[in-house]
């Protein structure tokens, strides 16, 4: 049943990968996310403001995987040019520049006001909470390890490829409990716990040493990077 389970999950973010790694728009999407989740920590939002902004970018992949999916479904199955097909594929187009530019419009009500308080010490509610500056800490990672491993064209975060998603994650957790906690014991299991997990990569011949060690020091770094910028 797990089994199951993890790789039905592994297919759904293979699917993820090779959309960004086929698509331009999505590229696009990837990158405004990216952007869209740094700028939270700048501006003095709520958590209704930043769910609301979480799943209108949620929104717009969303409705880019379904136009892919549908693309490669009317052109496995319409050998030559029909028009139903392009109108098919014009639809889906549709429905993705409907969700961008609704998004748009719901960032653009939520930070509008917001810029004259540009708030570059970052006295933010997301700083001062940390279950949900942990959430974003985690968010970014995981979107770094799935633009890399798009760029380098091999893998998914649960198999393969460069670099490894376990590594990354299991270190970038490891550096919370690190930032969060100041107990060495604690901090010391944290790192050889995200050892041990970057070790089984390699032993099970998912992951060659390079691809664990570049995901062991891209998770570090990019966690202590946020935790020494936007944490007081």
């Not at 293979?14 to 700028?39: C, P, Q, Y």
């Not at 998004?103 to 006001?113: A, E, H, P, Q, R």
Request: hydrophobic share 60%.
């Amino acid at each position: 049943m797990l089994k199951r389970l993890l790789a039905s999950f592994n297919n759904a973010i293979t699917g993820i990968i090779e959309t960004v790694r086929t698509e331009a728009n999505m590229k696009i999407h990837m990158v405004m996310a990216f952007i869209v989740l740094i700028m939270c920590l700048f501006f003095t939002l709520t958590r209704a403001e930043v769910g609301v902004l979480v799943l209108c970018v949620a929104f717009v992949m969303f409705a880019e995987l379904i136009n892919t999916a549908l693309e490669y479904i009317v052109d496995l199955t319409a050998q030559h040019y029909h028009p139903l097909a392009k109108r098919a594929k014009d639809a889906a187009a549709g429905a993705v520049l409907v969700s961008a530019i609704a998004s748009v419009l719901v960032g653009y009500v939520i930070l509008s006001n917001k810029l004259s308080d540009i708030n570059f010490n970052v006295i933010s509610t997301i700083r001062r909470t940390d279950a949900l500056f942990v959430f974003f800490v985690l968010i970014i990672v995981f979107i770094v390890t799935i633009i890399l491993k798009s760029l380098v064209g091999e893998g998914t975060p649960l198999r393969g490829g460069m670099p490894s998603g376990h590594s990354t994650l299991s270190f970038s957790l490891a550096t919370i409990i690190a930032f969060s906690i100041k107990e060495p014991m604690v901090i010391a299991l944290a790192y050889v716990l995200a050892l041990i997990v970057s070790q089984s990569r390699v032993d099970a011949e998912i992951h060659n040493i390079w691809e664990v060690i570049i995901g062991a020091l891209l998770g570090v770094i990019i966690t202590a990077v946020m935790f020494l910028i936007f944490k007081p």
